[in-house]
């Protein structure tokens, strides 16, 4: 029995050069791509650099890093310094200038006894910050007992008068922090 053969194509023969191409074109895809990929891999594979040479690179990143933080560290030292000075300056000015009486009038407060009235201050200010006072007392041993608190100060008696029972004192005192 022969077998029947039917053949529906309008051509009737295979093209051999479309069909090797057809079939050749995948084949060598896949092959390119198989060898792309081996590349790759071996070059993955590859030894990367040493530890030691990697260390190395570490350590001379840490060691400029460590001296920039230390040149850092000197220049905000460097500012530190001059404007703590500049600070300080201002400080002492603010002290001279605008509160020099304050300390003046404490210190007088708690250097005068009771018993002692204050007729008249003036404060001179200057190199020696004098202190100028008109004081009223009822009893000697009060006035006394003043000087004594007011001697190491470069006390000055001007005057002092007697009148019915209450002494009147004229005295400058050099008063200073």
């Known amino acids: 029995m022969r077998a029947i ?4 194509s309008q051509r009737k023969k295979i093209n051999p050069a479309a069909f090797a191409l057809r079939i050749s074109l995948p084949v060598l895809l896949t092959i390119g791509l198989a060898v792309l990929t081996a590349l790759n891999l071996s070059h993955l594979r590859r030894a ?21 933080s230390q040149e850092y560290q000197n220049f905000i030292a460097q500012q530190k310094k001059v404007w703590q000075a500049r600070i300080a300056l201002a400080n002492g000015l603010i002290d001279q200038k605008t509160f020099s009486f304050c300390a003046r009038l404490n210190f007088l407060e ?12 003036t404060l001179i200010n200057g190199a020696a910050d004098r202190i100028a006072l008109n004081l009223s007392a009822a009893s000697f041993a009060r006035l006394i007992e003043l000087y004594k608190k007011l001697s190491p100060f470069q006390l000055i008696i001007g005057s002092e008068i007697e009148k ?5 004192v004229n005295l400058q005192i050099s008063y200073q922090k």
């Open 5 to 8: 053969r039917y053949n529906l």
């Open 48 to 68: 990367s650099p040493a530890p030691a040479v990697k260390i190395k690179t570490i350590e001379r990143r840490l060691l400029d890093l460590t001296n920039q």
């Open 110 to 121: 708690a250097a005068l006894p009771e018993g002692i009235q204050v007729n008249a201050l």
């Open 164 to 168: 019915g029972g209450i002494y009147q």
